[in-house]
């Protein structure tokens, strides 16, 4: 997402929190490594989401979308001692680095690991949840708060990463391709729902944020 200038974000980043060696490394080694490296949260996102967590001070945290970890790592900062960040991802190729990565950054034993159709695993973990974080396909984004939203107690938050898509949210109807609806669908049924209040923070390629307020 371009909303401002180079300078701008140069500006941006340069009063936010510094990433750590680990986390310049995994940025860099993604980058060079993987196939569609924009999926990494980066920078101002990884501080944004490691603030959220240090704020919320989850005891447990649901990451639903791996990818490389950098997310995780960040998220993971902010439980509570003897919490659990769980995390799930359909992709096995990301194996090896996510391990190799979780050590180096102290994370390893704060992280549960799962492999697989996460709409086939959320519904087997047996948790509760203060924090989730919703990064995977976008046509599920709907399934998964609905699966989630009984597991996150009243207070608790879920966001959702990518819903402004690059701007094509904006894009005339008729022209909306399968991903860009199932983001308007989610973000629609989000403000609609009475049970969370919500707010779209415009950081990066967008992030709703809803707080659960009623069963």
Request: with cysteine; glycine share 6%; proline share 3%.
């Amino acid at each position: 997402m371009d909303f401002l200038t180079d300078e701008l974000n140069e500006y941006i980043e340069k009063y936010t929190r510094k990433e750590s060696d680990v986390l310049k490394r995994l940025n860099r080694e993604t980058y060079l490594k993987m196939l569609m490296p924009r999926m990494l949260s980066g920078h101002l996102q990884g501080q944004v989401l490691r603030m959220f967590s240090m704020m919320i001070a989850p005891k447990n945290i649901l990451e639903i979308g791996t990818y490389t970890g950098y997310s995780a790592i960040c998220l993971s900062d902010g439980l509570k001692d003897g919490g659990k960040l769980h995390t799930i991802d359909i992709n096995e190729e990301y194996e090896e680095i996510i391990s190799r990565y979780f050590k180096e950054a102290g994370a390893e034993n704060k992280i549960k690991r799962y492999i697989g159709n996460a709409m086939d695993i959320i519904p087997t973990i047996n948790e509760s949840f203060d924090l989730v974080f919703i990064d995977a396909d976008k046509e599920n984004y709907s399934n998964y708060f609905d699966l989630v939203f009984d597991m996150v107690p009243i207070g608790g938050y879920i966001l959702a990463d990518n819903v402004l898509w690059s701007g094509k949210v904006l894009e005339k109807p008729e022209t909306l391709d399968i991903d860009t609806k199932a983001l308007i669908n989610y973000c629609n049924k989000v403000e609609s729902d009475p049970r969370v209040e919500n707010v779209l923070f415009p950081i990066r390629d967008g992030i709703m944020v809803c707080r659960k307020i009623s069963n």
